[in-house]
């Protein structure tokens, strides 16, 4: 290469010989330009992407998308084709031939860029399936599948007959672990996606009876702050399923985080930005966890609080009085947060955009005559699947508002007209058309179908 006489670096020569390269070459020059931070060239030869992908392997596929996470993508844009979508059609039928690390890889790379993809994670958690066959693999650890279940959380992806057979497969490396990070990750994930009544949540749980155990073999409190926080969510959010084991379990943890990150007083803004705080104070993500809890017990668990002793019951109020941690919106939710706030103008109606209420962000406060009113804006990842099934936590938060007195309307991403009349409409609709809406939430119901029909050419 540097004999070439009119080389000046490696960016001119792999533009100069771009042609040249064979498809296997363009996915190794992509990684290690990427891996070196040089971001002008791998744009270039994402420009030769789409040719080159019916000739490349399962594993240079996965090594594509691996490296892709990579570059500035923060989020998949449904209407716009990126690398990631390009590439699904061609990776799955060759999902088969990759090993274990290869599938958990490629769905760690899909939920870091948070592309949702039900026909590639149903092949992804089949191949799983096939590989433990295939290699004759009995799941020694958690470790086999933790980048898979994930991934799946992230994206609220539930694969119910996959789901299921690999959650019995881990029975066994759960009973003989003693990881307390994975076991509250596979608790949390199970109230996540809605497999609480399966036997491994109970084995799971029962195993977290014992925490400050499981603690002591993670002796980083920053660690220890993840787990606890990851715990805090199979307590919460569904309270009529296990309810005494899990009122128990609540009270017992929350008595134990008032003595491991004690509080003196309120945290403050100064105090949650600093960049090396005390090993032992909160950090920003379990103090807001720790505020939903300390909502939901006051509103829904009077078993619980009953059970807190006037120390834990003072932590909680700290906690409630804390300062929080503010919340970037994603590109489609703030695109349509601005559409929101342009029809409410227009229609001359008193409001205001992402209000505080700790520890939720409300999207739209309706103000004045309209009473207690709340406007979310829901975007792809609020329900599970390509569904409108309601995450765990979108149900939470609509029922603990309820209980405040508030009337919580809901607009889904797809949902929202595309023509600004039409949009006044919806909200006229939404407000003043139709019923309250009910104190729990499990499901979205279209609103404005006709509306969007409307908007179709003929």
């Known amino acids: 290469m540097r004999s070439d006489p009119s080389y000046r670096s490696c960016e001119d020569f792999v533009a100069g010989h771009f042609f040249e390269l064979s498809p296997s070459e363009v996915v190794e020059v992509f990684r290690r330009f990427v891996e070196s931070d040089t971001e002008f060239l791998p744009l270039v030869l994402l420009w030769r992407v789409k040719r080159i992908l019916p000739h490349l392997t399962g594993t240079e596929l996965m090594r594509l998308v691996e490296a892709a996470v990579r570059l500035p993508y923060r989020e998949h844009d449904s209407k716009s084709e990126d690398i990631f979508t390009m590439v699904i059609p061609f990776l799955i039928p060759r999902l088969p031939s990759l090993a274990l690390w290869e599938l958990n890889t490629v769905a760690w790379a899909y939920g870091r860029v948070r592309v949702r993809h039900l026909p590639l994670f149903q092949g992804i958690s089949e191949a799983i399936l096939l590989a433990l066959q295939r290699e004759g693999t009995v799941m020694r650890s958690e470790g086999a599948v ?26 066994g490396p759960l009973q003989r672990s003693q990881s307390f990070t994975a076991t509250s990750f596979f608790a949390q994930f199970c109230t996540k996606m809605d497999f609480e009544n399966h036997p491994f949540f109970l084995a799971a749980l029962d195993k977290l009876t014992d925490f400050p155990s499981l603690a ?12 606890f926080g990851q715990i805090l969510m199979p307590l919460t ?74 120390s834990a019951r003072q ?30 103008k227009d229609l001359e109606l008193p409001y205001a955009m992402e209000v505080l209420h700790t520890p939720y962000e409300i999207d739209v406060v309706l103000r004045g005559k309209l009473g207690y009113k709340m406007i979310e804006v829901d975007g792809p990842l609020h329900f599970v699947n390509d569904t409108h099934a309601y995450h765990i936590k979108t149900q939470l938060k609509h029922r603990l508002l309820a209980k405040l007195g508030w009337q919580v309307y809901h607009i889904a991403w797809d949902d929202w007209p595309d023509r600004t009349h039409n949009r006044q ?19 979205y119901t279209p609103l404005f179908v006709d509306l969007r029909e409307a908007e179709l050419p003929a």
């Open 216 to 227: 002591e073999h993670c002796p980083v409190l920053s660690i220890q702050q993840v787990a």
């Open 425 to 443: 409409e919806a909200l006229r609709r939404l407000l003043f058309g139709s019923s309250p809406p009910p104190a729990e939430l499990s499901y």
């Open 146 to 171: 933790l980048k898979f279940f994930t991934a799946c959380g992230q994206l609220h992806m539930r694969l119910v007959r996959e789901m299921d057979r690999l959650l019995t497969l881990l029975m």
């Open 237 to 310: 959010f569904r309270p009529h399923i296990h309810s005494q084991l899990k009122d128990r379990l609540l009270a017992s943890l929350l008595e134990h985080l008032a003595v491991t990150f004690p509080l003196e007083r309120p945290l403050t803004h100064t105090e949650l930005e600093e960049k090396k705080p005390p090993a032992d104070r909160l950090s920003p993500h379990l103090l807001r966890q720790l505020q939903t809890v300390e909502m939901a017990v006051r509103l829904e668990r009077p078993f619980v609080m009953a059970k807190l002793s006037q």
């Open 315 to 344: 932590y909680l109020l700290m906690i409630q009085q804390s300062a929080v941690e503010k919340l970037e919106l994603t590109r489609v939710s703030s695109k349509q947060h601005y559409q929101v706030e342009l029809a409410l």
